[in-house]
């Protein structure tokens, strides 16, 4: 595509608008060739153009993207992100719809299974979709682990209380495609959850190509709150709950792409930090995490109120 021209394709997300060429990114880990970004002219959203292929992208997920086993990064960040778990699970527990049965759940893009373990403590039962690939840690009987792709996946139409998609539906090919089929697995009055970075946000803005949360080319999609509530119009979801708050997200995404623009040879050089769980190395991060923490807790505040923070999560309801 040329700067100028317009993808002759509708906007997958909102139908309505053209993808325009907007910016080159590369990834921040390897750091090889760069990726073209196309924006939605109407709800802003963006993705890849070209997208690359399957085999292509399998290279861009090492097993260190996930971690090996339960363990991803430094001890003392495991604790605080078991902790910010265990709290998101009390919180998304309480969109689902009160049920005289065991309240079931559905984490697309599951991970490690932390959300998962936290919600079964809490008496649900819970399921989880993975890549096949997946490292999935020892043996845990209180998840139902799918590997495999999501077009595979065979579970009873409305068989959920609550679907969760937490920072992974940039990740997939066709989103609105995964979105249909949630419609179809979620119950009468069930909730789906979704959390995503947000492209309209001021991070997004400043930071462009050097914005943490920009990810190429494992983020193939980039959303607006805009071209969410798009999709919720189109399936007939209603809107519960829409928040740009994320202190686990917001913050250290603002953190991280101020370094990256001031060290732009070295990307997400404090995240290789935090995953290399070396004490010597995270302490040498300290002052300039220190530095900016202040700034990037106000930056966080400030843009949560009107969908410009740099995560978003929306909750939506199928109706009953
Ligand atoms: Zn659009």
């Known amino acids: 595509m040329n700067r100028n021209e317009l993808d002759p394709r509708p906007c997958a997300l909102c139908g309505l608008g053209r993808g325009k060429r907007w910016f080159r990114a590369s990834d921040f880990d390897s750091g090889k060739e760069p990726f073209d970004l196309v924006q939605c002219d109407q709800c802003r959203a963006a993705w890849i153009n070209p997208m690359p292929g399957e085999q292509e992208l399998g290279r861009y997920y090492e097993s260190a993207y996930y971690g090996m ?30 049920s005289s049965t065991r309240t079931r759940v559905l984490d697309i893009g599951c991970g490690r299974g932390n959300l998962l373990r936290s919600l079964a403590e809490l008496g649900c039962e819970c399921h989880g979709v993975e890549r096949e690939d997946f490292p999935v840690a020892g043996d845990d009987s209180t998840i139902d682990y799918h590997l495999g792709p999501l077009t595979e996946s065979t579970f009873m139409a409305n068989s959920f209380d609550l679907v969760i998609i937490w920072h992974v539906l940039e990740h997939l090919y066709d989103p609105a495609e995964t979105l249909e089929r949630v419609k179809h697995w979620l119950k009468p009055g069930g909730a789906l959850v979704v959390a995503v970075p947000n492209i309209g946000s001021r991070q997004a803005r400043w930071f462009g190509a050097s914005w943490f949360h920009l990810d190429v080319p494992r983020h193939l999609w980039h959303f607006s709150s805009e071209s969410l509530d798009s999709r919720w119009q189109a399936l007939g979801f209603e809107k519960v709950k829409d928040s740009g708050v994320s202190l686990e997200q917001n913050p250290y995404g603002f953190i991280q792409s101020v370094a990256n623009r001031l060290l732009p040879g070295s990307p997400n050089a404090l995240y290789r930090a935090i995953k290399s769980k070396s ?19 106000l930056e966080s505040v400030a843009s949560a109120g009107a969908s410009h923070g740099a995560t978003i999560m929306h909750a939506v309801r199928k109706p009953a």
């Open 69 to 98: 086993g339960t363990e991803k990064f430094h001890p003392v960040v495991e604790s605080l992100t078991r902790w910010a778990g265990r709290h998101r699970a009390t919180e998304l527990l309480k969109l689902a719809p009160k």
């Open 279 to 297: 004490w010597l190395r995270l302490l040498l991060w300290s002052p300039f995490v220190a530095l900016l923490l202040p700034l990037a807790l």
